[in-house]
């Protein structure tokens, strides 16, 4: 069906999954004869303003297709205004479901987010492809260590075995390639895509690059300093409240690390970004089912979203304070 577009333009999220998403998806479509343009959002922000339009309209795409990236149904519909070109959404979020025939969510259907991990798993079945190296990437950058608790971890140990991989060594590579965004290197997280084309199924070559070695060392030293930061209050007993800045994209790299450090906690972090990209609330729980927080915030005319274990607001940072009220407010009201 996609052999019928001679130019498809990739919109996809700058994280690990959409990067070794948008790695599988251009080599396929490269295989089809079909050429392809890759687009970076602008990173931080979820909606149609991230999208750098222009860039879409000089290539004059026949399809977009937009990979990991949650967008509202009103947001694809101007998206597919203004690049003149149907829009196919293939994604694993929990989001509002558009009535589109091009729409590949699972999710969003209605399906339990654990049997959908990644948006390469998602991709996997669409495309019909045998779950490799970047299909494992895009879940250990989504799950990390819990992928163990989803119920394709059977599917995924097989792959493990039969190649010798170890899944720690997966996690890893998912965050060298995470700190490409982290560090906001845009150009990096281009390369990433065709950089994992190029190394297949290596996954020992992977690890030694040298690019992301580099990057990743420098996101790991702030983390582990900004992980130590204690919480500014508990509120009913359950949630961890802190406030961290820091001119790196890692508020869900550091709520993550907090939530393993709490696993019985909800864990909330209001996150200051310093210098460009907007502010963050950030909530995850390994233990409470976040989905009605992400509803009712919605319904608060927040910008807004996640999955079961995390729900995440973004907002511009004179509204932080306010944001993280509404949070804890919200979060009290699901799980009451
Ligand atoms: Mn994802």
Redesign the pocket.
């Known amino acids: 069906m996609l052999r019928s577009y001679p130019r498809i333009s990739i919109v996809f999220?700058w994280?690990s999954?959409?990067i070794a998403s948008a790695s599988l998806l251009k080599e396929t479509l490269l295989s089809y004869g079909i050429e392809t343009q890759l687009i970076v959002p602008t990173i931080g922000y979820y909606n149609i303003d991230a999208i750098p339009l222009s860039k879409i309209k000089d290539f004059t795409p026949h399809l977009v297709i937009v990979l990991?990236y949650a967008l509202k149904p009103w947001d694809l519909e101007q998206l597919e205004y203004e690049a003149s070109a149907p829009v196919m959404v293939i994604d694993?979020?929990l989001n509002q479901l558009p009535e589109k025939p091009l729409y590949h969510n699972p999710v969003a259907r209605g399906l339990p987010g654990e049997l959908y991990p990644?948006?390469t798993w998602v991709l996997q079945e669409l495309l019909r492809i045998d779950v490799n190296l970047r299909v494992l990437i895009?879940i250990a950058g989504?799950r990390g260590v819990k992928a163990e608790e989803t119920p394709i971890w059977d599917t995924i140990e097989q792959t493990l075995r039969n190649r010798k991989w170890n899944w720690n060594k997966i996690i890893e590579l998912a965050e060298m390639i995470d700190s490409n965004y982290r560090i906001g290197d845009y150009e990096g997280i281009t390369r990433a895509v065709d950089k994992l084309a190029a190394y297949g199924e290596s996954l020992e070559e992977a690890l030694k690059d040298q690019e992301w070695l580099r990057k990743k060392k420098l996101v790991d030293k702030e983390i582990e300093k900004l992980v130590q930061t204690q919480p500014i209050k508990t509120v009913d007993n359950k949630i961890l409240v802190y406030t961290i800045e820091s001119k790196y994209y890692i508020a869900s790299a550091i709520t993550r690390k907090l939530a393993l450090k709490h696993p019985d906690k909800i864990v909330v972090v209001a996150y200051k970004h310093l210098g460009e990209g907007p502010c963050h609330v950030y909530a995850r729980s390994w233990k409470h089912d976040l989905s009605t927080t992400i509803t009712l915030l919605s319904l608060r005319d927040y910008e807004v979203g996640g999955k079961k274990e995390v729900a995440a607001i973004t907002t511009n940072c004179e509204q932080l304070n306010q944001a993280l009220q509404d949070m804890i407010e919200a979060i009290r009201n699901t799980i009451k």
Do not use: I, P, R, Y
């Open positions: 999220h994280d999954d959409g990991d694993h979020h990644s948006t895009g989504d």
